[in-house]
């Protein structure tokens, strides 16, 4: 079965600084793996999908995701935080085994001026 | 292009009664899935459909169904309403339907029981 974890349920960092959030995953098959962000009582927004090739993902905001398999990870980074990057985000896996996504809980990302 | 639209946004349901949602994708997706998100579950997929068929299901109780029209459009229904239905319910359109395809997400149904 697939699984996603994001092990901090909440991060801060300042402005200006660099963040991550990370994600790990378990799956069968090899993995489609996905970031999205909620800004509050909004739906899910697209960031960045990794399906194969470079192993450095580049997606909208500026945000980035690097696919470890050997760790199975798939951290979401950027280089300097904005404070209207606060928001939930959520790690998502699917595979070629043609199963549905799967979410993480979801991250609080909480940049401060 | 119009994105993911979910009709209605808000919604307060009395316990034991039964609700409708709906969802019109993206124009030219044919994929529909449904979620719930809740704080203490996240989100949870409900089930997803393709070109009218459910194609797959989550693990929720029967009262939880949904269907697709032949224009894509998806409703999901609520029967014999709890409170720990309250939740926010989000339906995804992807295209066309594979697995390595992004989903794009409506707003969202708030719907609140008492």
């Known amino acids: 079965a697939q699984s996603v974890a994001q092990p901090e349920d909440q991060v801060n960092v300042a402005e200006g600084n660099p963040l991550t959030v990370k994600c790990t995953y378990s799956?069968?098959?090899?993995?489609?793996l996905f970031w999205y962000v909620q800004y509050p009582n909004r739906g899910l927004q697209f960031l960045l999908k990794?399906?194969?090739?470079?192993?450095l993902v580049k997606g909208s905001y500026g945000f980035e995701a690097e696919f470890n398999k050997s760790q199975t990870s798939f951290h979401l980074k950027k280089p300097s935080a904005l404070v209207s990057d606060s928001a939930l985000y959520f790690c998502?896996?699917?595979?070629?085994?043609?199963?549905?996504?799967?979410f993480g809980p979801g991250t609080r990302l909480s940049v401060l001026p | 292009k119009a994105g993911v639209t979910q009709t209605p946004r808000y919604l307060i349901k009395t316990r034991g009664q039964q609700v409708t949602l709906s969802c019109s994708p993206i124009?030219?997706?044919?994929?529909v899935s449904w979620y719930q998100q809740t704080p203490g579950q996240g989100l949870q997929f409900l089930f997803e459909?393709?070109?009218?068929?459910?194609?797959n299901k989550g693990n929720f109780p029967g009262r939880f169904s949904g269907r697709q029209f032949s224009n894509s459009r998806s409703e999901m229904n609520v029967s014999t309403l709890e409170l720990g239905d309250s939740a926010l319910y989000l339906c995804?359109?992807?295209?066309?339907?594979?697995?390595?395809?992004?989903?794009?997400f409506g707003p969202g149904t708030r719907l609140t029981v008492t």
């Open positions: 459909y393709f070109s009218e068929t459910q194609r």
């Open positions: 799956v069968s098959g090899n993995p489609y």
């Open positions: 990794y399906i194969t090739g470079d192993n």
């Open positions: 998502a896996v699917s595979s070629d085994y043609g199963q549905n996504f799967v």
């Open positions: 124009s030219g997706h044919r994929s």
């Open positions: 995804a359109s992807g295209s066309p339907g594979l697995a390595s395809n992004e989903q794009y």
